[in-house]
């Protein structure tokens, strides 16, 4: 755990050093290092027996993760609209 927090704190740390240089390919090599981290991610997930074993459990709770997040997101969204127009005497 120190090592992560080490290394957060290392990374801000050259983040605030080179803030003023112009750093324009560091986008792609980030993008390339989370496709990377994905694959790794996606061998150790698939040489996890246990985890392909309950692969169908974890599926479906993440399905009703999902169904679930979205629909308080447009509940939450659509009372704050209403909230907002009815204060505004019915205008958009």
């Not at 112009?22 to 061998?43: C, D, E, M, Q």
């Amino acid at each position: 755990m120190f090592t992560i927090i080490g290394l957060m704190l290392t990374g801000m740390l050259l983040g605030y050093l080179l803030r003023k240089r112009n750093l324009s390919g560091i986008h792609k090599v980030i993008t390339v290092l989370i496709w990377l981290l994905l694959f790794i991610l996606g061998i150790e997930v698939g040489g996890n027996e246990q985890i392909i074993k309950g692969l169908h459990t974890i599926g479906l709770e993440a399905v009703i993760l999902t169904i679930g997040g979205t629909l308080g997101s447009v509940i939450a969204a659509w009372a704050l609209w209403r909230a907002l127009y009815k204060r505004k005497g019915g205008r958009v």
